[in-house]
Protein backbone atom coordinates (compact mmCIF):
# COMPACT_ATOMS: atom_id res chain seq x y z
CA UNK A 1 0.00 0.00 0.00
CA UNK A 2 1.34 3.51 -1.34
CA UNK A 3 1.25 6.17 1.56
CA UNK A 4 1.40 9.33 -0.83
CA UNK A 5 2.24 12.87 0.54
CA UNK A 6 2.25 16.09 -1.57
CA UNK A 7 2.92 20.04 -0.90
CA UNK A 8 1.52 21.70 -3.26
CA UNK A 9 2.66 25.68 -3.21
CA UNK A 10 0.69 28.84 -3.98
CA UNK A 11 -2.54 26.51 -3.57
CA UNK A 12 -4.77 28.37 -2.31
CA UNK A 13 -5.60 29.61 -5.38
CA UNK A 14 -5.69 28.92 -9.58
CA UNK A 15 -3.96 26.13 -10.78
CA UNK A 16 -1.82 24.95 -7.39
CA UNK A 17 -5.58 24.57 -6.25
CA UNK A 18 -6.94 22.68 -8.86
CA UNK A 19 -3.70 20.26 -8.84
CA UNK A 20 -3.99 20.04 -4.97
CA UNK A 21 -8.06 18.83 -5.23
CA UNK A 22 -6.96 16.49 -8.08
CA UNK A 23 -4.54 14.91 -5.72
CA UNK A 24 -6.54 14.23 -2.77
CA UNK A 25 -9.19 12.52 -5.23
CA UNK A 26 -6.41 10.25 -6.22
CA UNK A 27 -5.88 9.51 -2.41
CA UNK A 28 -2.75 11.91 -1.59
CA UNK A 29 -2.42 13.26 2.01
CA UNK A 30 -1.76 17.07 0.73
CA UNK A 31 -0.46 20.25 2.48
CA UNK A 32 -1.81 23.51 0.54
CA UNK A 33 0.76 26.17 1.00
CA UNK A 34 0.41 29.72 0.26
CA UNK A 35 1.87 33.19 1.29
CA UNK A 36 1.39 33.31 5.35
CA UNK A 37 -1.04 36.73 4.84
CA UNK A 38 -3.47 34.08 2.50
CA UNK A 39 -4.06 32.35 6.03
CA UNK A 40 -8.05 33.18 5.29
CA UNK A 41 -7.83 31.71 1.82
CA UNK A 42 -5.65 28.42 2.52
CA UNK A 43 -7.84 27.48 5.57
CA UNK A 44 -11.16 27.89 3.18
CA UNK A 45 -9.23 25.92 0.33
CA UNK A 46 -8.63 23.16 3.04
CA UNK A 47 -12.34 23.47 3.84
CA UNK A 48 -13.08 23.67 0.32
CA UNK A 49 -11.61 20.02 -0.31
CA UNK A 50 -12.24 18.26 2.65
CA UNK A 51 -15.95 18.94 1.72
CA UNK A 52 -15.21 17.49 -1.82
CA UNK A 53 -13.28 14.47 -1.14
CA UNK A 54 -14.29 12.01 1.41
CA UNK A 55 -11.89 10.71 4.17
CA UNK A 56 -9.06 13.10 2.65
CA UNK A 57 -6.30 14.54 4.31
CA UNK A 58 -5.66 17.65 4.25
CA UNK A 59 -3.28 20.47 6.25
CA UNK A 60 -2.39 23.97 5.18
CA UNK A 61 0.65 25.84 6.11
CA UNK A 62 1.15 29.20 5.21
CA UNK A 63 4.90 29.48 4.14
CA UNK A 64 6.90 32.02 1.45
CA UNK A 65 8.89 30.05 -0.44
CA UNK A 66 11.15 32.92 -1.36
CA UNK A 67 12.57 32.24 2.16
CA UNK A 68 14.62 29.14 2.77
CA UNK A 69 13.75 29.07 6.38
CA UNK A 70 10.13 29.05 5.93
CA UNK A 71 9.97 25.93 3.22
CA UNK A 72 12.00 24.29 5.91
CA UNK A 73 9.52 24.86 8.19
CA UNK A 74 7.04 23.95 5.17
CA UNK A 75 8.26 20.66 4.74
CA UNK A 76 9.11 19.63 8.08
CA UNK A 77 5.22 20.53 10.03
CA UNK A 78 3.91 18.15 6.72
CA UNK A 79 5.93 15.22 7.09
CA UNK A 80 5.25 15.66 11.35
CA UNK A 81 1.13 15.56 10.11
CA UNK A 82 1.43 13.66 7.06
CA UNK A 83 4.16 11.65 7.06
CA UNK A 84 6.78 10.79 4.36
CA UNK A 85 6.95 13.10 1.93
CA UNK A 86 6.65 11.49 -1.26
CA UNK A 87 5.96 14.48 -3.93
CA UNK A 88 6.43 18.77 -3.99
CA UNK A 89 4.68 20.85 -6.29
CA UNK A 90 6.41 24.19 -6.66
CA UNK A 91 3.78 25.70 -7.96
CA UNK A 92 3.79 29.35 -6.68
CA UNK A 93 5.19 31.97 -8.69
CA UNK A 94 4.38 35.69 -9.77
CA UNK A 95 3.88 37.55 -13.43
CA UNK A 96 4.85 40.70 -14.42
CA UNK A 97 3.76 43.11 -17.41
CA UNK A 98 7.13 45.26 -18.46
CA UNK A 99 8.62 46.26 -21.62
CA UNK A 100 12.28 45.10 -21.22
CA UNK A 101 13.62 48.60 -21.20
CA UNK A 102 11.74 49.64 -18.76
CA UNK A 103 12.42 47.07 -16.07
CA UNK A 104 14.47 48.25 -12.68
CA UNK A 105 16.82 46.07 -10.92
CA UNK A 106 13.93 45.63 -8.52
CA UNK A 107 11.46 44.24 -10.66
CA UNK A 108 14.29 41.97 -11.62
CA UNK A 109 14.41 40.77 -7.58
CA UNK A 110 10.77 40.25 -7.44
CA UNK A 111 10.08 37.90 -9.99
CA UNK A 112 13.77 35.47 -9.65
CA UNK A 113 12.93 35.67 -6.09
CA UNK A 114 9.81 33.64 -6.21
CA UNK A 115 9.43 32.06 -9.50
CA UNK A 116 13.53 30.78 -9.60
CA UNK A 117 14.73 31.21 -5.79
CA UNK A 118 11.49 29.84 -4.19
CA UNK A 119 11.62 26.60 -7.33
CA UNK A 120 15.02 26.21 -6.02
CA UNK A 121 13.98 26.17 -2.00
CA UNK A 122 11.53 24.22 -2.42
CA UNK A 123 13.65 21.32 -4.47
CA UNK A 124 16.38 21.47 -2.40
CA UNK A 125 14.41 21.06 1.09
CA UNK A 126 12.14 18.40 -0.41
CA UNK A 127 15.37 16.64 -1.81
CA UNK A 128 16.61 16.66 1.36
CA UNK A 129 13.56 15.21 3.58
CA UNK A 130 13.34 12.81 0.75
CA UNK A 131 16.96 11.56 0.78
CA UNK A 132 16.47 11.23 4.58
CA UNK A 133 14.09 9.75 4.32
CA UNK A 134 15.41 6.68 2.59
CA UNK A 135 14.65 4.13 0.10
CA UNK A 136 10.75 5.23 -0.96
CA UNK A 137 9.30 1.72 -1.24
CA UNK A 138 10.39 1.04 2.06
CA UNK A 139 9.49 4.61 3.54
CA UNK A 140 6.09 5.30 1.75
CA UNK A 141 5.70 2.51 -0.35
CA UNK A 142 6.11 4.05 -3.77
CA UNK A 143 9.05 3.54 -6.09
CA UNK A 144 10.42 6.69 -6.51
CA UNK A 145 9.90 10.23 -4.67
CA UNK A 146 9.02 13.56 -7.32
CA UNK A 147 9.54 16.73 -7.53
CA UNK A 148 7.56 18.97 -9.76
CA UNK A 149 8.04 22.51 -10.52
CA UNK A 150 6.00 24.96 -12.63
CA UNK A 151 7.61 26.25 -15.63
CA UNK A 152 5.15 27.84 -18.69
CA UNK A 153 4.88 28.09 -21.91
CA UNK A 154 7.09 30.74 -22.53
CA UNK A 155 9.93 29.11 -20.84
CA UNK A 156 9.90 27.61 -24.60
CA UNK A 157 9.25 30.75 -26.45
CA UNK A 158 8.87 34.02 -25.01
CA UNK A 159 6.03 36.36 -24.68
CA UNK A 160 6.92 39.88 -25.85
CA UNK A 161 6.75 42.10 -22.92
CA UNK A 162 6.88 39.33 -20.38
CA UNK A 163 10.31 39.42 -20.90
CA UNK A 164 11.71 38.93 -17.24
CA UNK A 165 9.15 36.43 -16.59
CA UNK A 166 9.72 34.08 -19.54
CA UNK A 167 13.19 34.33 -18.19
CA UNK A 168 12.67 33.08 -14.80
CA UNK A 169 10.42 30.02 -16.54
CA UNK A 170 13.53 29.62 -18.66
CA UNK A 171 15.64 29.07 -15.55
CA UNK A 172 13.09 26.99 -14.10
CA UNK A 173 13.34 24.28 -16.91
CA UNK A 174 16.89 24.73 -16.52
CA UNK A 175 17.41 23.93 -12.93
CA UNK A 176 14.69 21.13 -14.02
CA UNK A 177 17.00 19.30 -15.78
CA UNK A 178 20.05 19.93 -14.01
CA UNK A 179 18.51 18.93 -10.60
CA UNK A 180 17.25 15.29 -11.99
CA UNK A 181 20.60 14.73 -12.76
CA UNK A 182 21.77 14.96 -9.32
CA UNK A 183 18.72 12.95 -7.97
CA UNK A 184 18.32 10.35 -9.76
CA UNK A 185 20.75 7.73 -7.73
CA UNK A 186 18.41 8.54 -5.10
CA UNK A 187 15.36 7.77 -6.29
CA UNK A 188 14.25 10.93 -6.99
CA UNK A 189 12.42 12.42 -10.23
CA UNK A 190 12.16 16.15 -11.33
CA UNK A 191 9.87 17.24 -14.08
CA UNK A 192 8.17 20.33 -14.48
CA UNK A 193 5.12 21.24 -16.56
CA UNK A 194 4.62 24.24 -18.62
CA UNK A 195 0.84 25.28 -19.06
CA UNK A 196 -0.10 28.36 -22.04
CA UNK A 197 -3.02 30.81 -20.96
CA UNK A 198 -4.97 29.88 -18.13
CA UNK A 199 -7.43 31.57 -16.49
CA UNK A 200 -6.93 32.80 -13.39
CA UNK A 201 -5.90 35.47 -11.41
CA UNK A 202 -2.29 35.31 -12.80
CA UNK A 203 -3.91 36.16 -16.24
CA UNK A 204 -6.34 38.87 -15.15
CA UNK A 205 -3.02 40.66 -13.93
CA UNK A 206 -1.29 39.94 -17.25
CA UNK A 207 -4.65 41.13 -19.04
CA UNK A 208 -4.21 44.58 -17.23
CA UNK A 209 -0.37 45.31 -17.78
CA UNK A 210 -1.19 44.36 -21.89
CA UNK A 211 -4.17 45.75 -22.08
CA UNK A 212 -2.44 49.34 -20.36
CA UNK A 213 0.37 48.85 -23.02
CA UNK A 214 -1.42 47.86 -25.96
CA UNK A 215 -4.73 49.93 -25.40
CA UNK A 216 -7.50 47.25 -24.63
CA UNK A 217 -10.27 47.58 -22.54
CA UNK A 218 -9.95 44.68 -19.57
CA UNK A 219 -10.60 40.99 -20.75
CA UNK A 220 -9.82 41.47 -24.59
CA UNK A 221 -6.21 40.35 -24.69
CA UNK A 222 -7.02 37.39 -22.90
CA UNK A 223 -9.50 36.98 -25.70
CA UNK A 224 -7.34 38.20 -28.20
CA UNK A 225 -4.72 36.09 -27.10
CA UNK A 226 -6.22 33.00 -26.44
CA UNK A 227 -8.35 33.33 -29.93
CA UNK A 228 -5.11 34.23 -32.20
CA UNK A 229 -3.01 32.06 -30.65
CA UNK A 230 -4.60 28.42 -29.15
CA UNK A 231 -4.95 25.58 -31.50
CA UNK A 232 -7.53 24.26 -29.77
CA UNK A 233 -9.69 27.43 -29.57
CA UNK A 234 -10.21 28.14 -26.11
CA UNK A 235 -8.62 29.39 -23.15
CA UNK A 236 -6.68 26.94 -20.30
CA UNK A 237 -8.71 25.91 -17.08
CA UNK A 238 -6.76 24.93 -14.14
CA UNK A 239 -8.23 21.35 -14.26
CA UNK A 240 -6.28 21.38 -18.02
CA UNK A 241 -2.95 21.78 -15.96
CA UNK A 242 -4.14 19.09 -12.97
CA UNK A 243 -4.55 16.66 -15.48
CA UNK A 244 -1.23 16.14 -16.44
CA UNK A 245 0.13 17.18 -12.73
CA UNK A 246 -2.36 14.62 -11.33
CA UNK A 247 -3.03 12.46 -13.46
CA UNK A 248 0.56 12.03 -15.14
CA UNK A 249 3.21 13.49 -13.44
CA UNK A 250 2.21 12.70 -10.31
CA UNK A 251 1.46 9.05 -10.81
CA UNK A 252 3.07 5.52 -11.04
CA UNK A 253 2.83 5.67 -14.88
CA UNK A 254 5.66 8.70 -14.97
CA UNK A 255 7.96 6.58 -12.98
CA UNK A 256 10.46 6.55 -15.65
CA UNK A 257 10.41 10.52 -16.91
CA UNK A 258 12.91 12.71 -15.69
CA UNK A 259 14.26 15.98 -16.38
CA UNK A 260 11.33 16.83 -18.63
CA UNK A 261 9.45 20.01 -19.14
CA UNK A 262 5.82 19.08 -20.21
CA UNK A 263 3.78 21.23 -22.49
CA UNK A 264 0.06 21.51 -21.37
CA UNK A 265 -1.03 24.68 -23.74
CA UNK A 266 -3.90 23.48 -26.28
CA UNK A 267 -1.31 23.69 -28.80
CA UNK A 268 0.12 27.07 -28.85
CA UNK A 269 1.40 28.67 -32.23
CA UNK A 270 3.20 32.07 -32.15
CA UNK A 271 2.30 33.56 -35.38
N1 LIG B 1 -2.07 31.32 -15.43
C1 LIG B 1 -1.31 31.00 -16.46
O1 LIG B 1 -1.70 31.24 -17.63
C2 LIG B 1 0.01 30.30 -16.29
C3 LIG B 1 0.69 29.89 -17.44
C4 LIG B 1 1.93 29.27 -17.32
C5 LIG B 1 2.48 29.06 -16.07
N2 LIG B 1 1.80 29.47 -14.96
C6 LIG B 1 2.45 29.24 -13.66
O2 LIG B 1 1.62 28.41 -12.85
C7 LIG B 1 1.80 28.76 -11.47
C8 LIG B 1 0.43 29.07 -10.87
O3 LIG B 1 -0.16 30.15 -11.58
P1 LIG B 1 -1.66 30.66 -11.36
O4 LIG B 1 -2.15 31.10 -12.68
O5 LIG B 1 -2.43 29.67 -10.58
O6 LIG B 1 -1.36 31.97 -10.48
P2 LIG B 1 -2.19 32.65 -9.30
O7 LIG B 1 -1.65 34.03 -9.18
O8 LIG B 1 -3.65 32.48 -9.51
O9 LIG B 1 -1.77 31.76 -8.03
C9 LIG B 1 -0.45 31.78 -7.57
C10 LIG B 1 -0.46 31.57 -6.07
O10 LIG B 1 0.90 31.60 -5.63
C11 LIG B 1 0.93 32.32 -4.41
N3 LIG B 1 2.27 32.88 -4.16
C12 LIG B 1 2.85 33.95 -4.77
N4 LIG B 1 4.03 34.20 -4.21
C13 LIG B 1 4.22 33.27 -3.24
C14 LIG B 1 5.25 33.04 -2.29
N5 LIG B 1 6.33 33.82 -2.24
N6 LIG B 1 5.12 31.99 -1.43
C15 LIG B 1 4.02 31.19 -1.46
N7 LIG B 1 2.99 31.39 -2.33
C16 LIG B 1 3.09 32.42 -3.20
C17 LIG B 1 -0.11 33.43 -4.61
O11 LIG B 1 -0.50 34.01 -3.36
C18 LIG B 1 -1.21 32.68 -5.33
O12 LIG B 1 -2.16 32.11 -4.43
C19 LIG B 1 2.76 29.94 -11.46
O13 LIG B 1 4.08 29.50 -11.21
C20 LIG B 1 2.66 30.50 -12.87
O14 LIG B 1 3.81 31.21 -13.24
C21 LIG B 1 0.58 30.08 -15.03
Known amino acids: MSRRTAIVTGSARG ?75 ANAGIAQVKPLLSVTEQDIDQVMSVNFKGLFNCYTHAARQMIAQGDPTEAAGVNVYKILGAASIVAHKPFPKLGIYSASKWAVRGLTQAMSMEMAPHKITVNAYAPGIVGTAMWEHIDGGLGELEGREKGESLRLYSDRFISLGRTSTPEDVAGLVGGFLADRDS ?15 FT
Open 15 to 89: IGKAIALRLAQDGYAVCINDIPSSQDVIFATVEEIRSQVADSRVIGVGADVTSSVDVERLVKETVEQLGPLTLMV
Open 255 to 269: DYVTGQTMVVDGGII
